[in-house]
């Protein structure tokens, strides 16, 4: 019989499906609403210091199975999230997601969520593509380190992660992993969307904030999502998991983050078009792809990508 139990950072869900922050979370009502779908669990909004409206409209797309967004984080600030998780009984297994604008940002972020009590796991949003003015901290590795280092100072080991960017030379996952795994941190969650993609509708720029460029969801990314996340369990520690994220639209692509290297993964564009029923389908969608492999649990395929030998042939490749 197949099974979705997941074990993530020494706590148990029922299945490895979550919001990816920014999407379905900004307000106590729709982090409500994931309580009640079927997601194992929720991520909230990334939360600031202070309440931000973001970026000007029009700051949302849609294309098909794609999205690009410049939100530019907008969110009603630390404590309404913390006061939501906070009252909620299964607290230990949210994740509660921050962004310090500011270095100095993150010890106000870290008094605040551990004087509130809250002991489930903290998100650190390194990758934001979309504040104007504001470069993603997960590029500059020295900034990164930096971070982390604070961060190790100031929350309890193995209780925080971070979002990571997109990367796309072996260097960078050289240097990345190298720098993550000096500190105690529980996971990583890559990727955040690619930044600053530009799409026109008819001729114009679909979108408004920074001369139309945003962070791009949906189908078109899972190749590089699969490619990081691979990457990353190839080089991160072994006690260092991975939350998958980008272009996830069904169950096959679910599958295909969690072989590999994801423990859990999370749904961005396809929850925004299609609302907090997709997680069932998705579910189901995704035991269904193990059933076909006869794989009864995660544990049975996660981090077991093979390769393909010189001269195998893939079905349907031209040569």
């Given at each position: 019989?197949?099974?979705?139990?997941?074990?993530?950072?020494?706590?148990?869900y029922?299945?490895p499906?979550?919001?990816?922050?920014?999407?379905?979370?900004?307000?106590?009502?729709?982090?409500?609403?994931?309580v009640?779908?079927?997601?194992?669990?929720?991520?909230?909004?990334s939360?600031?210091?202070?309440?931000?409206?973001?970026?000007?409209?029009?700051?949302?797309y849609?294309?098909?199975?794609?999205?690009l967004?410049?939100?530019?984080?907008?969110?009603?600030?630390?404590?309404?999230?913390?006061?939501?998780?906070?009252?909620?009984?299964?607290?230990?297994?949210?994740?509660?997601?921050?962004?310090?604008?500011t270095f100095?940002?993150?010890p106000i972020l870290?008094?605040?969520?551990n004087?509130?009590?809250f002991?489930?796991?903290?998100?650190?949003?390194?990758s934001?593509?979309?504040v104007?003015?504001?470069?993603?901290?997960?590029?500059d590795f020295?900034?990164?380190?930096?971070?982390?280092?604070?961060?190790n100072e100031?929350?309890?080991?193995?209780?925080?992660?971070?979002?990571?960017p997109?990367?796309?030379?072996?260097?960078?996952?050289?240097?990345?992993?190298?720098?993550?795994?000096?500190?105690p941190?529980?996971?990583?969650?890559?990727?955040?969307?690619?930044?600053?993609?530009?799409?026109?509708?008819?001729?114009?720029?679909?979108?408004?904030?920074?001369?139309?460029?945003?962070?791009?969801?949906?189908?078109?990314?899972k190749?590089?999502?699969?490619?990081n996340?691979?990457a990353?369990?190839?080089?991160l520690?072994?006690n260092?998991?991975?939350?998958?994220?980008?272009?996830?639209?069904n169950?096959?692509?679910?599958?295909?983050h969690i072989?590999?290297?994801?423990?859990?993964?999370?749904?961005?564009?396809?929850?925004?078009?299609k609302?907090?029923?997709?997680f069932?389908?998705?579910?189901?969608?995704l035991?269904?792809?193990?059933a076909?492999?006869?794989?009864?649990?995660?544990?049975?395929?996660?981090?077991?990508?093979?390769?393909?030998?010189?001269?195998?042939?893939?079905?349907?490749?031209?040569?």
């Open positions: 019989m197949v099974q979705l139990n997941t074990e993530f950072a020494g706590r148990t029922h299945s499906f979550m919001n990816a922050s920014g999407v379905h979370c900004g307000l106590h009502k729709l982090l409500d609403d994931l009640g779908a079927e997601a194992a669990t929720y991520v909230t909004k939360a600031t210091v202070e309440k931000r409206s973001g970026n000007p409209d029009p700051r949302y849609n294309s098909d199975q794609n999205s967004n410049s939100m530019g984080l907008p969110n009603e600030g630390v404590e309404y999230y913390l006061d939501y998780v906070t009252k909620d009984p299964h607290s230990k297994n949210r994740l509660f997601s921050i962004s310090p604008m100095y940002d993150l870290a008094e605040k969520i004087a509130s009590g002991d489930g796991l903290i998100e650190i949003n390194l934001c593509p979309n104007v003015g504001k470069p993603q901290i997960g590029y020295e900034q990164m380190a930096a971070y982390l280092k604070a961060a100031l929350f309890e080991p193995h209780t925080y992660g971070v979002k990571l997109p990367y796309f030379d072996f260097a960078h996952f050289d240097t990345v992993a190298e720098i993550l795994n000096r500190y941190i529980a996971f990583v969650n890559s990727i955040n969307s690619v930044g600053n993609a530009l799409m026109i509708h008819e001729q114009q720029t679909a979108i408004f904030p920074k001369h139309g460029h945003g962070g791009l969801g949906g189908a078109f990314i190749p590089i999502a699969l490619s996340v691979h990353f369990h190839q080089r520690n072994a260092i998991e991975i939350i998958g994220t980008g272009g996830i639209t169950g096959r692509d679910a599958f295909e072989l590999c290297g994801a423990s859990m993964v999370q749904l961005g564009t396809v929850l925004a078009q609302g907090t029923g997709i069932k389908i998705i579910e189901n969608e035991k269904a792809e193990m076909k492999y006869g794989y009864e649990s995660i544990d049975d395929f996660k981090g077991k990508l093979q390769y393909i030998q010189e001269n195998d042939a893939i079905s349907g490749a031209s040569h």
